[in-house]
Nanobody
């Protein structure tokens, strides 16, 4: 059983930056695809970014060019560097993990139903 714990959320001014971390335990981290999603009040959960075991990365359209995902397999941690933050980035941000299946497409991991494990979420609030 994989456990995920997010940290790094908080209040930031528009245009600012924030880095989220997600520490994983209970599994072989470098065999997992790690993703970030967010959910704002009254909205569906939205894909932000994902990074496969082999380094393949893809981003959601709303954050492309502003955010960056990375992972440190030695620390069992995945990061989301968020830049040029906007008020519409305000949401609860969730880390997710799934055992990577090589036959799967990278695009498969843009769907939240693909992920078996989820963190509890961390709130990010961007003030205008």
């Amino acid at each position: 059983q994989v456990q995920l714990v997010e940290s790094g959320g908080g209040l930031v001014q528009a245009g600012g930056s924030l880095t989220l971390s997600c520490a994983a335990s209970g599994g072989t981290f470098n065999m997992y695809t790690m993703g970030w999603f967010r959910q704002a009040p009254g909205k569906e959960r939205e894909f932000i970014a994902t990074m496969r075991w082999n380094g393949q990365i893809t981003y959601g359209d709303s954050v492309l060019g502003r955010h960056g995902i990375s992972r440190d397999n030695a620390k069992n941690t995945v990061y989301l560097q968020m830049n040029s933050l906007k008020p519409e980035d305000t949401a609860v941000y969730y880390c997710a993990a799934d055992r990577d299946i090589r036959a799967d497409s990278l695009w498969d991991y843009k769907t939240d139903s693909k992920y078996a494990y989820w963190g509890q979420g961390t709130q990010v609030t961007v003030a205008s």
